[in-house]
């Protein structure tokens, strides 16, 4: 069973410029989540679909953040414009439903450098 | 407040020696305690999961953990440590999302 994609691994921008990350979940799973990982700490969710719609956005800071998940699979996350303090790595995970019981499985997540 | 804490940021033991990566949690009602473990350069991945039932979960890689509801405990532990377990750990509460504690680094020493 093949595992959680994302693209790109690594990339660099200067602040003010965007970038947008990509997430494919594991295939039959409904539910999608995006975590920032700042270094040294846990990762924090960002936001979280069932299917094509939002669950919970409450810490996605939608001055500069956005998220789609158009066709209740793939995702894109996008930063506009990005800020030094957004270097982070940016991992997608997904499970199957919205159990709490439900395992979340990562992705080898996408490390932003803003300069 | 929901929340998960994991006291020791690094964990160093010798290889074939047993390991015990701690985490302690505050939640109200009852709490679905996960761990898992990254890589450098990758994702998290995950090792086990405590729901319900019996205290003593077992999980990949020879891994275990020890639910303790009087302590709000979940030990990580694993009789006879490898160097390739060498790795960060979290530790992870589920309320109304995944919340995630700082992380223990663990060094296996050969």
């Known amino acids: 069973e093949a595992g959680v994609a994302q693209s790109p691994r690594y990339k660099i921008i200067e602040k003010r410029q965007s970038v947008a990350f990509w997430c494919n979940p594991i295939s039959g799973h409904a539910t999608l989540y995006w975590y920032q990982q700042i270094l040294g700490q846990g990762p924090k969710l960002l936001i979280q679909?069932?299917?094509?719609?939002?669950?919970?956005d409450s810490q996605l800071p939608k001055d500069r953040f956005s998220a789609e998940r158009l066709k209740g699979v793939d995702s894109t996350l996008k930063i506009q414009p990005a800020k030094l303090e957004d270097s982070a790595v940016y991992l997608c995970?997904?499970?199957?439903?919205?159990?709490?019981?439900?395992?979340?499985?990562f992705g080898p997540g996408t490390r932003l450098t803003v300069l | 407040a929901q929340s998960v804490a994991q006291p020791e940021d690094q964990v160093n033991v010798a290889e074939g020696n047993p390991l015990t990566v701690k985490c302690t949690y505050s939640v109200s009602g009852n709490p679905y305690l996960f761990w898992y473990v990254q890589y450098p350069n990758r994702g998290l991945q995950f090792l086990l999961k405590?729901?319900?039932?019996?205290?003593l979960v077992k999980g990949s890689y020879g891994f275990e953990a020890e639910f303790n509801k009087s302590q709000t405990s979940f030990h990580l532990k694993k009789p006879s440590a490898l160097v390739s377990d060498s790795a960060l750990y979290f530790c992870?509460?589920?309320?109304?999302?995944?919340?995630f504690g700082t992380g223990t680094r663990l060094q296996v020493f050969p």
């Open positions: 405590y729901i319900t039932g019996d205290n």
């Open positions: 995970a997904s499970s199957l439903g919205l159990a709490r019981t439900d395992t979340q499985y």
């Open positions: 679909f069932q299917n094509n719609g939002v669950v919970d």
């Open positions: 992870a509460v589920y309320t109304d999302k995944l919340i």
